[in-house]
């Protein structure tokens, strides 16, 4: 019996073309819904090879509300992280999306990565609240964000309170949120795509995006009136997904509001008092 050479076999296939590699530094969240987990499965579903760098462990506290439990990643292990990421993918590397950092001390451990790294495209989710974390602690973490990682961006998407407190502007309809969206741009330089969500009155699900020369509003009809867990996250992946693949900005917003609605649409219900969105919903 005889087989046939795998050789030749393979010599006689297409070349397989590389993905485009994107990393993300985020929070790992246990229940998967949100954080790095929820990041590397929309990766996978719009075709890029993802990494996670872990700042932090989030475990919501089922006796307590539902609450974070946090604990920060030593900030030795989170440096070795970035450190082994950028010398084995360094000269593909180019797109790279930040979550959750939780501390001043990460805050500054990853904007030094990010400027040495000098990333393309650096996609923020600004999580500004940790829900459960000190209140001190949290305004710390937020100023140093402002201050060091805000200013590295090249796209923001921010929530509704991360859209107030990034412009100073009180949001309560989309002409606001357009007006936020444009002060966010001046402040950092950024593309940016603010989020209304269900957060604004209505039947849609409204986002506004800005880059600078193009505002454009992004909706799609709302699917019920609670936010769904990993949205956020979900989103900003899909941006830095996009942008990795070659899409312009504005065509990544687009891509990634219309991954995030289907993933909405077809949501995950648990134990919790809440929804995880669904990566795989467009399929």
């Given amino acids: 019996m005889t087989f046939a050479s795998t050789d030749s076999q393979s010599s006689a296939a297409a070349p397989a073309v590389a993905p485009a590699v994107v990393l993300t530094i985020a929070g790992s969240e246990a229940t998967g819904g949100a954080g790095a987990q929820a990041d590397l ?14 700042t932090c462990i989030v475990s919501f506290n089922p006796n307590d509300n539902w609450n974070h439990r946090f604990v920060p990643v030593d900030q030795q292990v989170i440096a070795d992280q970035l450190e082994a990421t950028t010398a084995a993918y360094g000269p593909v590397l180019d797109a790279v999306k930040i979550g959750m950092l939780g501390s001043p001390a990460t805050i500054n451990t990853v904007a030094t990565a990010l400027t040495d790294a000098g990333f393309r495209h650096v996609v923020l989710d600004p999580v500004l609240i940790c829900k459960g974390q ?13 201050a060091q990682i805000l200013p590295l961006a090249s796209f923001v998407t921010p ?5 107030e407190s990034l412009s100073g502007l009180a949001i309560t309809d989309v002409e606001s949120l357009k007006a936020a969206a444009i002060r966010i741009h001046e402040l950092s ?10 957060r604004l009155a209505g039947p849609d699900a409204v986002d506004v995006y800005y880059d600078g020369e193009t ?4 909706s799609a009809p709302k699917v019920g009136e609670v936010a769904v867990s990993g949205a956020g996250c979900s989103l ?7 942008l990795a693949k070659g899409a312009t900005p504005l065509e990544a ?15 995950v219900a648990s134990g919790a008092p809440f929804d995880a969105l669904w990566q795989g919903g467009a399929r």
């Fill in 41 to 54: 499965k929309t990766f996978q579903e719009l075709g890029v090879f993802g990494i996670a760098n872990l």
């Fill in 134 to 146: 000190e209140p001190g602690h949290a305004l710390d973490t937020d100023l140093a964000l402002k």
């Fill in 159 to 163: 929530n509704h309170f991360e859209a």
């Fill in 189 to 198: 330089g950024a593309a940016v795509l603010a989020k209304g969500g269900v």
């Fill in 215 to 218: 505002l454009e509003v992004l």
């Fill in 236 to 242: 900003a992946a899909a941006v830095t997904a996009e």
């Fill in 253 to 267: 917003a687009r891509t990634a509001k219309a991954f995030v609605t289907a993933g909405i649409r077809n949501r």
